[in-house]
């Protein structure tokens, strides 16, 4: 149980354009996901917080406008990279918070590989 | 900030042997939890404990956490070539989890 999938697993983009990723938790709800951004052999680090249904809470330095957050559903949440450029190319990685709590055990997705060329 | 510190940062070892990594944070914890994950891919949860708790089982799989210290240990006991991949700690207190920078390990066949 408690799966979350990510879509797509890996994406090429030009500079410019906007891409969609796609979170699902798949056996359970999630009023919460969070979303993180990897680079090559760093940690995770969070980006914003995920609340179906409201706004999201964005991490200090990270651009609300162009990290664009919707959490549609109890199982869906989207991050839309707008005007993406090389330095947006990065690992993001989504999870899913179980028991409600941002304090309580979360589920990873896959991942998804962002290069922007 | 929160944020869990690993040591060591790379860990090398022989298959069969034990792996042992520590996490350190600076503040107070609801839980603090570990995490595997293999190059390029997403993590995966191996065991949460609580500020209450002291040790905790799963598996092969054995956790500390030391309030007073502000310190936890995850030890990997008969180590596989499939263990190999980086290991985080997360640590939790009222905001969500933040991460340190991982250990890697790496299991010699």
């Known amino acids: 149980g408690a799966v979350v999938s990510q879509h797509p697993s890996w994406v090429i983009c030009k500079s410019g354009t906007s891409v969609k990723i796609e979170c699902r938790s798949l056996?359970?709800?999630?009023?919460?996901m969070f979303w993180y951004r990897q680079f090559p052999k760093q940690s995770l680090m969070l980006m914003a917080t995920s609340n179906e249904g409201s706004k999201a809470t964005y991490e200090q330095g990270v651009e609300k406008d162009k990290f664009l957050i919707n959490h549609a559903s109890l199982t869906l949440s989207t991050l839309t990279v707008t005007s993406a450029h090389p330095e947006d190319s990065s690992f993001y990685i989504c999870s899913a918070g179980v028991g409600g709590g941002a304090g309580n055990e979360q589920y990873f997705g896959p991942g998804t590989r962002l290069t922007v060329t | 900030s929160q944020q869990g510190e690993e040591d060591p940062q790379a860990l090398s070892i022989q298959e069969g042997e034990n792996a042992t990594m520590n996490c350190s944070y600076k503040?107070?914890?609801?839980?603090l939890q570990w995490y595997r994950q293999n190059s390029g891919r997403g993590l995966v949860h191996l065991i949460l404990?609580?500020?209450?708790?002291r040790e905790k089982h799963s598996g092969r799989l054995r956790v500390t956490l030391d309030t007073s210290k502000k310190s936890s240990s995850l030890l990997i006991t008969a180590s596989r070539a499939a263990d190999t991949a980086s290991y985080f700690c997360a640590v939790s207190g009222n905001t969500p989890l933040v991460f340190g920078k991982g250990t890697r390990l790496s299991v010699i066949a």
């Open positions: 056996d359970f709800q999630a009023t919460t």
């Open positions: 503040t107070s914890i609801n839980n």
């Open positions: 404990i609580r500020s209450n708790e």
